[in-house]
Structure formats: structure tokens, C-alpha cells
């Protein structure tokens, strides 16, 4: 009797330790702090591109609501690229220039909570970056993007802090957040400090501070892996710059996580913080924006009054946006990830235009940066704004007389540059086992070739080419006065070629 006494004492302790570990094992996961984070970066358009089946920031704002239902402990990051070069940037509103003031409206529509800044930009002028950031609802955040005195813009934070809990949790999960920006384009009011060197000073206060620390990046991917390795006490880097996504790891728990431009996918980041063992658990998910993601209404209405603004300002200066250039019985390919490796049709027929811009010109250069559409243009019409959407910057193209050896340097370089947009595109120029050619002639040392260039190209701004300028014994400018529009010569070739 004692024995089975005993035996009924065990197996009732047994149960009680079970029933306390199930107890425990749900106030455990009760106490664990979850954490959303939808990421975007490098964003051009505020309408669908694709023909309208692929992005769209009406459509993003329908996901950022099902993600605040999911979770009310939502962050919404952008990670530079946003206010410049834009189609629409380029309309006149009241006067002034749009320059990113219909990108910052509808983030600000959205609830867009934080971004940085990308090279892109200080492509406006400093009255209008400085009115952007006025308009901004959300906040900025760079450790190493300062004005031309070396002082922080104002309202720019070096770093963020932001707290959550959770319910039957007396804990807090604390997310900090810093941001590092490539110093590629060097406005006259900007100055930029080491990405790195910034980084690590404002890393040292946020250990002290927060519980997971964010990079919040607009660098190439070999940057953001360097940041990493310096750093292996950054938890999450979330990027931009080369438009199309990338999920690297270093080591076992940090990921670098880059969305595709324009919205064609984003980011989504699950974050699960034990206050108890204070591990966060981290899972990341690439989601493609389309047509099964329905349009926020009152978002798509505000899209909607900008393109209307846009296009009334484009035909008040003269350019129909909606006028047919021509008729494309093929898509034409403007995918970055396409035109900055090779040539593409449409790479081919911009060349062309550059080419037949000047009777007397032998062969035609340009970066494929300056080529922004980053889509694929449908067959049929190819309208005004389209032209816009593929080439937004003000580019002219220039007659100048080229030395061979300095142009097969340039040729060269424009193959290291492969993935970036100092990429070169090019018409009548050939390249057999090795060697460079014009005409299918092999490029001749002391031989000087006329060339149409556009001028961006010869600004000495481009990647790893600082020496192409009029500055280089080797290039000369023949036509001083007649500057032509690269957008005017793409409409003129399109409409003299048809299709």
C-alpha cells in the first residue's frame, strides 16, 4: 500500500511538472517581443511599373496595412534612392520643379517610418533637398551624410532608438537604427564622412542603448559585406543601390537584405526578441509586389493627383507626354540588371540616336547609368513620358575628336565597370578576340576618332573614370555651340526609324 502510495505521489508530481513546464513554456513565448520590418529601396516611380503589373506604392501602402494587422509592431525602412531621378521629378509645379516632391508626399501618405539617404539624392540642387527634407514626415537617418560645413542637415538624425513590448511582458525590445550612404556624387553642399569610421562610432552608443542594431545602408553589396566584417555586432543591414535584391548572410546571424527598384518586391523581416535569453531570432522573406495585391484607394488617389500634376506641367513646357513617338513591335528592355552588363534593343537604339545625332561622327558612348526606366517597356506605343521614364536626366550629346589609345582606355574601363552605371553602351564599336574596333576596323593607337558623347560621360564624375574630361590631351570638343538633347535625338531617331 505504501508502495503504490508512493507510486501515485510520483506519477502526481510527474503531472504537476508537466502542467508547470507547459505553464511555462507559454509565458515563456508570451514574454518574446515580435518585431516587422517592411524594407524598400531605390524607387523611382510612385505608379505600377511593368506595364502596370509590377510595383506600385498604392500597393505597397495595402501591405504595409496587412503587416499592421499581423503586427502593430511595424517599421517601414527605405533605403535611399527615392527623391531623384524620377520622370515626374521633372514637371514643373507652381513653378518649381517637382524633384522628389510627389515621392516625399505619398511615403508621407503611406507612413513610411525611416530612410536614408541615397547617392541619387543630391542630384537636386541644395533649395530643393532642403525643402524635401522640410516636407518629410518621416525621419532621415545618416551617420555620414553632413552639409558642406561638416554639420549634420537639420532634422537628420545620426542614429535612431525605437522601443516595443509586448503584452504580459514587463520587458522591451529596443531597435536601434543607424544609416551610411556611398559618398558616388559629390553636390557642392554635401560632405560625407568614412561609411565605416561613422558607423562604428555611432555602433559604440547604440550597444549601450538598444538590444539589435540595424545598418540602414545605400552602398554596393561588397561595402555593406566589408561593413559586416568590421562589424560583426551589427545584427541586420538593410540596403540599396543596385536595384535588384540580394540576401547574403555573414556568418550564422547576419543577413544583408536588398529589395528589387521600384517596388517590385520588398522586404519582409521577422524579429522575435527573448528578453529572457536576449536572442533575437531573425526571418527574412523577399516579396513580389503585383496584381494580386490590391491598390490602396486613398493612396492610388494620390498618385493619381501627382501624375495628373506631372503631366499638365510637361505639356505647359512643351513636351506631350502622351504623344506616340512610335510604335515597339518588341519589348524594349531597360532592366538595369540587363543594360549595365550588355547591350540591350534598347541600349542599341539610344547608341544609334548618339551615333546619327552628327553626320561626321564614327561611333557613339555612353553610361548606361544614365538610363533610369529600370523596366521593360511593352510592345506598342512608346509615348513622350515614356522617353522620360528611360532617360529622366538633363544628358546632351557633344561631337568630340578622341585619340585611339585613350579611347580603347575608356572601352576597357567600361568593362571593369560591368554592374554599375559607369557600365558603357556603345554604337559602331566592335570587340574581336580581345581587340576594340570602329567600323570593324581595329583601333589605331594615334588615330583620332570623332565621337558622339554624351556629357555626363566626359564630367570626369563617372566611376573610375575621372580622367575622361576635355582636361585629357587626348579629347577635344568640336562642336562648342551645338548641344543636343539625348531625349530630343531618341524621339528624332525613333520617328525617322519607325520600327
Known amino acids: 500500500m505504501r508502495t503504490r502510495f508512493f507510486s501515485l505521489i510520483a506519477v502526481l508530481i510527474i503531472l504537476y511538472a508537466d502542467t508547470y513546464q507547459v505553464v511555462s513554456a507559454e509565458q515563456a513565448s508570451a514574454r518574446k517581443i ?3 520590418i517592411l524594407h524598400l529601396n531605390d524607387i523611382y516611380e510612385i505608379a505600377p511599373v511593368n506595364g502596370g503589373k509590377e510595383g506600385g506604392l498604392a500597393r505597397v501602402a495595402t501591405i504595409q496595412k496587412q503587416l499592421v494587422k499581423e503586427n502593430p509592431n511595424l517599421i517601414t525602412t527605405l533605403g535611399g534612392d527615392f527623391l531623384s531621378p524620377s520622370a515626374l521629378g521633372l514637371a514643373k509645379y507652381k513653378g518649381k520643379h517637382l524633384a522628389g516632391m510627389q515621392m516625399v508626399n505619398v511615403l508621407n501618405e503611406i507612413g513610411l517610418d525611416y530612410a536614408t539617404f541615397g547617392n541619387h539624392e543630391f542630384d537636386l540642387n541644395e533649395d530643393q533637398f532642403l525643402a524635401r527634407l522640410a516636407e518629410s514626415e518621416f525621419s532621415w537617418i545618416s551617420s555620414n551624410v553632413l552639409n558642406s560645413n561638416g554639420k549634420r542637415f537639420e532634422g537628420v538624425h545620426a542614429s535612431m532608438v525605437r522601443s516595443f513590448s509586448a503584452k504580459g511582458s514587463d520587458k522591451s525590445f529596443r531597435v536601434g537604427i543607424f544609416g551610411v550612404t556611398l559618398d558616388e556624387n559629390k553636390a557642392n553642399y554635401v560632405s560625407y564622412a568614412d561609411p565605416k569610421v561613422s558607423a562604428g562610432q555611432e555602433l559604440e552608443k547604440l550597444k549601450k542603448l538598444s538590444d539589435f542594431q540595424i545598418a540602414l545602408t545605400h552602398q554596393s553589396i561588397i561595402d555593406d559585406v566589408g561593413l559586416v566584417e568590421a562589424y560583426p555586432e551589427i545584427d541586420l543591414v538593410l540596403g540599396g543601390h543596385e536595384h535588384r535584391n ?17 517596388a517590385r518586391t520588398a522586404y519582409i523581416v521577422d524579429l522575435v526578441f527573448d528578453p529572457d535569453a536576449t536572442e533575437t531570432s531573425i526571418k527574412a522573406t523577399l516579396l513580389p509586389i503585383n496584381e494580386g495585391f490590391e491598390e490602396d484607394i486613398a ?27 512610335t510604335i515597339s513591335s518588341k519589348v524594349l528592355d531597360g532592366l538595369s540588371r ?23 561622327a564614327e561611333l557613339s558612348i555612353f553610361n548606361s547609368g544614365s538610363i533610369r526606366i529600370d523596366d521593360l517597356l511593352p510592345a506598342g506605343k512608346i509615348t513622350g513620358y515614356d522617353i522620360i521614364r528611360v532617360l529622366p536626366f538633363k544628358g546632351q550629346v557633344q561631337l568630340f575628336e578622341i585619340k585611339g589609345e585613350l579611347l580603347k582606355r575608356v572601352l576597357d574601363q567600361g568593362v571593369k565597370n560591368a554592374g554599375t552605371g559607369g557600365f558603357l553602351q556603345y554604337g559602331n564599336i566592335q570587340r574581336d578576340d580581345g581587340h576594340w574596333m570602329v567600323n570593324a576596323e581595329q583601333i589605331v593607337d594615334g588615330r583620332l576618332y570623332k565621337a558622339a558623347i554624351n556629357d555626363y560621360l566626359v564630367s570626369g564624375k563617372e566611376r573610375n573614370l575621372d580622367y575622361f574630361t576635355t582636361k585629357n590631351p587626348g579629347l577635344t570638343l568640336l562642336e562648342t555651340e551645338n548641344r543636343l538633347s539625348v531625349k530630343r535625338q531618341l524621339i528624332k531617331y525613333l520617328k525617322e526609324r519607325g520600327d
Request: aromatic share 12%; charged share 25%.
Open 34 to 36: 515580435r518585431v516587422k
Open 246 to 262: 540580394y540576401q547574403r548572410w555573414r556568418g550564422d546571424f547576419t543577413p544583408i537584405l536588398k529589395a528589387d527598384s521600384n
Open 299 to 325: 493612396v492610388k488617389k494620390v498618385v493619381d493627383q501627382w501624375v495628373g500634376i506631372a503631366f499638365k506641367g510637361f505639356r505647359e513646357e512643351g513636351w506631350d507626354p502622351n504623344l506616340v513617338v
Open 338 to 360: 540587363h543594360v549595365r552588363v550588355g547591350p540591350t534593343n534598347l541600349t542599341d537604339m539610344i547608341a544609334e540616336a548618339l551615333l546619327n545625332s552628327y553626320s561626321e
